[in-house]
């Protein structure tokens, strides 16, 4: 659909960013898609200094954005992206956004969101710092609502044929959060709810709650040596995976300091939450444990797989342990054993502390590393970055994360991993950041709390059920 010329023409001081849908529809049937456009007037009032600028082919404008049903509260995130005109390239010109979003729910959408950052600013580069949280509102018409109808009943994606869908088997399903009493079944075989009753329901497949049990006999069977590489966010589902679930396992823990965000002053005797080498032995009866006395590090006994846990700050310079060791001379293998799988978790650090150069060249040696250390039979999962919003680090620390930036540094991972391993590896995105993101806008600022970005222990439980259902599912 063509823009209107009109667009290019406003500025600041005559309308604030709005959203826009051109053509309205009366109503769409379930499964199509509609046309949303996100207008930021170019500014006229004052001059900027040229200090921020994006990263290549990405936005100048920081914008988040989300359709949200009126009577379900689900939450559909709008990927927009710049309007294909040169424009959009110049810091002082309007700038116009698009998405085609798909929608696949029965209900009445209308769309809510904000102008995280102008200019760039959500793009602290060196030796840029980051600049305060100060959200515009998304100016949105009274009449901009999009009604999406199953007119014959037979959508595909209705919650009365999901217990007919194939379990799933994915890594990364497209999903949203449903509540609770808007589910027609019985909700025993699906995973638990998050603190505010919605559960995570895929649209292609079911996702079935696999016990913590299964899961760890399944280890065995399938998967009896597992690399895992990551930070406090892989302490966490380590955790529940370690305990068979019953880390922060109450609604009494639910909403104590350690469930919630900050677990590393937590007692806890199965493994060493500061050690920066784990090996921890699994089985279905007592969970995981560091073994004692002598042992193997390259197998575990009978009756048991291995976890081999390697606690990184991402891949940062000046860490307790330099990351580079446990893969020099290409005896990963060697050293901690032959792994079915590899999962790998990145950027949760790096964004707010390395530049993207610098970056990026930390991640050529990485997957340079895996490439020459793993053998083909090796499956490389990449965890995205823990999802991260509605706020910014303006204390000393300067970490540079924001939304966007996040986002940017993930797709570098998932990218680079791709190109460079898909030849010799299986490779698979375990998307939690998407699951996050789904969330309604007012669960996802409950995050702001949390210092260390970290998701709260109902999350993680559900993170953990796409890995077990991708790995361990029918």
């Keep these: 659909m063509p823009v209107p010329p009109w ?48 990263f290549p082919g990405t936005p100048w404008d920081s914008i988040m954005l989300d359709l949200v049903g009126n009577n379900t509260g689900i939450s559909v995130p709008v990927e927009l992206n710049p309007v294909d005109d040169m424009r959009n390239g110049d810091r002082s010109s309007t700038h116009v956004y ?39 509102k998304l100016y949105v018409s009274y009449l901009l609502e999009i009604p999406v109808v199953d007119k014959h009943g037979k959508s595909p994606y ?28 019985d909700v025993a075989t699906l995973p ?18 696999i016990s913590y049990k299964d899961f760890a006999q399944c280890l065995i069977e399938k998967y009896p040596s597992m690399h895992v590489f990551g930070d406090s966010n892989t302490r966490r589902y380590l955790k529940k995976i370690t305990t068979l679930g019953e880390w922060c396992g109450t609604t009494e823990e639910h909403n104590t300091t350690g469930c919630i965000c900050e677990d590393y002053v937590d007692p806890f005797d199965r493994f060493s ?13 007592d969970g995981g444990r560091t073994p004692s006395g002598e042992f ?48 790998f978790s990145l950027i949760n650090w790096d964004s ?30 990449v965890r995205t970055g823990q999802y991260y919003c509605c706020r910014s680090d303006v204390s000393a620390k300067k970490r540079k994360y924001s939304r966007l930036r996040n986002k940017s540094f993930d797709q570098q991972v998932i990218d680079e991993f791709k190109r460079r391993l898909s030849a010799k590896h299986k490779v698979s995105i375990w998307d939690v950041s998407a699951i996050s993101e789904n969330l309604p806008y007012e669960t996802r600022k409950q995050a702001v709390v949390c210092a260390s970005n970290h998701a709260r222990s109902e999350i993680v439980e559900t993170e953990n059920q796409v890995l077990f259902n991708y790995l361990c599912g029918a």
């Design 296 to 343: 193997s590090m390259t197998s575990a006994p009978a009756n048991k797989s291995r976890i081999f846990f390697h606690k990184w700050e991402g891949l940062m310079e000046k860490q307790l342990i330099d990351w580079q060791d446990v893969f020099k001379d290409n005896k990963i293998e060697t050293l901690y054993g032959h792994p079915q799988v590899a999962i």
């Design 158 to 185: 209705s919650l009365n044929n999901y217990l007919q869908l194939p379990q799933c088997n994915v890594s990364n399903p497209e999903g949203r959060w449903v509540s609770i009493g808007d589910i027609p079944f």
């Design 98 to 136: 698009e998405a085609d979003v798909l929608l696949r729910d029965v209900d009445t959408y209308r769309p809510k969101g904000y102008v995280e950052f102008r200019d760039a600013q959500w793009n602290p580069e060196d030796p840029q710092e980051p600049q305060p949280y100060v959200p515009e």
């Design 192 to 209: 638990l709810p998050d603190n505010n009753g919605r559960i995570w329901m895929p649209y292609s497949c079911q996702l079935k709650r």
């Design 352 to 381: 707010a502390f390395l530049s993207r150069a610098r970056f990026l060249w930390y991640l050529d040696l990485l997957v340079d590393y895996i490439d020459r250390g793993y053998s083909a039979s090796t499956e490389i999962i």
């Design 7 to 54: 667009y290019w023409d406003i500025a600041n001081n005559e309308s604030p960013a709005f959203v826009d849908i051109q053509g309205l529809p009366f109503a769409i049937e379930v499964g199509e898609t509609v046309c949303v456009r996100v207008v930021i007037p170019k500014d006229v009032t004052k001059h900027k200094p040229m200090m921020f600028v994006p």
């Design 273 to 285: 939450i500061h050690a920066r080498k784990s090996f921890i032995d699994m089985d279905p009866l």
